[in-house]
């Protein structure tokens, strides 16, 4: 467990105006990070030997590597604290990680604790400068809209990769319950070994969907991650046709979602 555990307090003006700072030096340093990342790191490890799924593999350790720096870098600085209950169970060999989505930040505190891990993530990455090269080299799963990506997703399972999936396609609006899309459902019973799902609080909210960086609240963020128990997909695939199977599995995520979520 990674824990970070320093009593939140409201803050002075001043302690605000260093975490708005400190906000701002994140924004900076990850994008000066996917550059590095893009231009000098990825093709430094493109070039040592090995096939195409070792390099696969070093750009997604390197870019989770970076991740946890970051994240280091947010906690360090005071913009939040956190702590990730269960993080050593994931990452097994054809694990579907499926988790709520409430901050920006939330895929950024999952790539940097599971090594190799693959996720879906939105198509707009790929014409941004900064993480258009690493999302290439990592060989993440475009959210284009298109019927290949429930199958390349599925077949990234089947090959025993870890995927990351969050069901509601964007981040939760403020105040709302999450909403979850069938997608998720239809490639766990397609292709997962296991299903884990992860809950995820950010207290008090920030960097939520349409909320400009430098909103910031008046006291330190909370992130807290929690891997909960493991769903076999054959339980829902048992004796079912795969539309109904995933109507299931799905409604049976939303309401357990519901549920660890309520306060």
């Not at 090594?115 to 879906?120: E, G, K, L, P, T």
């Not at 993480?131 to 019927?147: D, E």
């Not at 997909?233 to 048992?238: L, R, S």
């Amino acid at each position: 467990m990674d824990l970070a555990a320093q009593p939140v307090t409201r803050s002075s003006f001043g302690n605000y105006l260093w975490r708005l700072l400190a906000t701002g030096a994140s924004f900076i340093l990850f994008g000066l990070g996917g550059l590095v990342l893009r231009l000098i790191v990825l093709p430094l490890l493109g070039l040592l030997p090995g096939d195409a799924v070792t390099r696969r593999s070093r750009a997604r350790m390197a870019i989770s590597k970076a991740f946890y720096l970051h994240v280091q870098f947010m906690y360090r600085s005071a913009v939040l604290e956190y702590e990730f209950e269960g993080a050593d169970r994931l990452g097994r060999p054809g694990q579907m990680i499926i988790a709520n989505h409430p901050s920006l930040i939330d895929v950024v505190f999952l790539i940097a604790h599971i090594r190799d891990a693959n996720c879906i993530v939105k198509q707009s990455l790929w014409r941004n400068p900064c993480t258009r090269g690493p999302v290439y080299r990592a060989q993440y799963i475009s959210n284009n809209g298109s019927p290949d990506m429930l199958d390349q997703a599925a077949d990234a399972l089947r090959e025993g990769q870890t995927l990351i999936v969050f069901p509601e396609g964007t981040r939760t609006a403020p105040n709302q319950a999450p909403v979850f899309h069938r997608g998720a459902a239809a490639i766990a019973l397609r292709g997962a070994r296991v299903v884990t799902p992860v809950f995820i609080t950010v207290e008090p909210t920030t960097l939520t969907k349409a909320e400009p960086w430098y909103r910031i609240p008046e006291r330190r963020v909370r992130v807290t991650l929690r891997a909960g128990q493991d769903i076999s997909p054959e339980t829902f695939n048992a004796d079912a046709p795969l539309p109904i199977a995933s109507r299931r599995l799905n409604a049976h995520l939303h309401s357990l979602f519901m549920k660890e979520l309520s306060p």
